[in-house]
């Protein structure tokens, strides 16, 4: 039961455009949601987080966006760089029951920047 | 700024072996988590500690176990080593349970 989904496995886009990663959850007691970009054979670092009670949060070049109707999260990031390119992964906790703030990741995304 | 070490960076053991890996949390963070990641897939939660105590456990498999120390290092023991044990292994810290930063990894090689 994949409860954190990526549905896109890659994304390919120009030097410069925008780019938009998107993940989609089903667990309604997520209420904290990050984004991870992960070289390979590193591990993954942090980009950016939002909790449920925002609906946007932006850091330079990086903004998650947060529809919780929809259990639906995005990450912008404009403009794209070359430098970009790698695997973004969203994961998402529950911080209201207190688990320990336990990341469960989705599948990824394979983001490809084009000079 | 100190991040979260993890050694060995690379480990090769043979079938039937053990294997034991360390993690050194981000100073001042409470919470050491330990994911699995294998070929081709997304990171899957292992086991975490809050104040050196375990607080949850995910699909971990009985052969393993973790514990984390005074100084709030971790460890995880894994014995009877199979292939497909072979992954990368992350360790994380996170200061009050607010989100996770990540170590290098550890890739374990089983043959």
């Known amino acids: 039961d994949q409860q954190v989904k990526q549905n896109s496995p890659s994304l390919s886009v120009q030097e410069g455009r925008i780019s938009i990663l998107n993940c989609d959850y089903t667990?309604?007691?997520?209420?904290?949601f990050l984004w991870y970009k992960k070289y390979p054979a590193e591990g993954p670092t942090f980009l950016i987080s939002?909790?449920?009670?925002?609906d946007k949060n932006e850091d330079g070049r990086f903004t998650v966006f947060l529809n919780k109707s929809a259990k639906h999260l995005s990450l912008h990031i404009v403009p794209s760089q070359p430098g970009d390119s790698a695997v973004y992964f969203c994961?998402?906790?529950?911080?209201?029951?207190?688990?320990?703030?336990?990341?469960?990741f989705g599948q990824g995304t394979t983001l490809q920047v084009k000079p | 700024a100190a991040g979260v070490i993890q050694s060995p960076r690379h480990l090769i053991k043979e079938k039937r072996e053990t294997a034991t890996l360390k993690c050194y949390p981000i100073?001042?963070?409470?919470?050491v988590y330990w994911y699995q990641q294998g070929p081709g897939q997304d990171p899957q939660f292992l086991i975490s500690f809050y104040e050196k105590m375990q607080s949850d456990k995910g699909s971990i498999p009985d052969r393993f176990s973790a514990q984390q120390f005074s100084d709030y290092h971790s460890e995880l023991n894994m014995s009877s080593l199979e292939l497909g044990d072979s992954a990368l292994y992350f360790c994380?810290?996170?200061?009050?349970?607010?989100?996770?930063?990540f170590g290098q990894g550890t890739r374990l090689t089983v043959v």
């Open positions: 994961a998402a906790s529950a911080q209201r029951s207190r688990n320990t703030g336990k990341l469960i």
């Open positions: 100073p001042r963070h409470d919470t």
């Open positions: 994380a810290s996170s200061a009050r349970g607010f989100g996770a930063f």
């Open positions: 667990n309604s007691m997520f209420d904290y």
């Open positions: 939002i909790s449920s009670i925002k």
